[in-house]
């Protein structure tokens, strides 16, 4: 799933996420498992598990998929959602 610049930068502010933070969550849009988001990112494997830990526990979701779903969610209320460069069907 990508997201424009404009949307990034509203979604941090919306949970107020560290820019790790962010770029965690860009990844895992991407569909990058744990241990690529750590090499990418030169980081701790650990480390990575603590920023999704973080990022989870501020939007009050469970789940890689439950991010991305509620990333959505509130960009749709906002009117700021499209599907640029999307690999996935739109769903209505």
């Excluded at 990058?32 to 990022?55: F, P, S």
Aim: charged share 30%; glycine share 4%.
């Amino acid at each position: 799933m990508v997201f424009t610049k404009r949307q990034w930068e509203y979604l941090r502010k919306c949970w107020h996420l560290t820019p790790r933070e962010i770029e965690v969550a860009k990844l895992v849009c991407k569909d990058i498992d744990n241990v690529r988001i750590a090499d990418k990112l030169n980081i701790a494997y650990n480390t990575v598990r603590t920023h999704l830990g973080n990022v989870f526990r501020k939007m009050g979701v469970n789940g890689k998929a439950s991010v991305i779903l509620e990333f959505i969610h509130v960009l749709k209320k906002a009117k700021i959602y499209t599907l640029q460069g999307s690999k996935f069907p739109r769903v209505k």
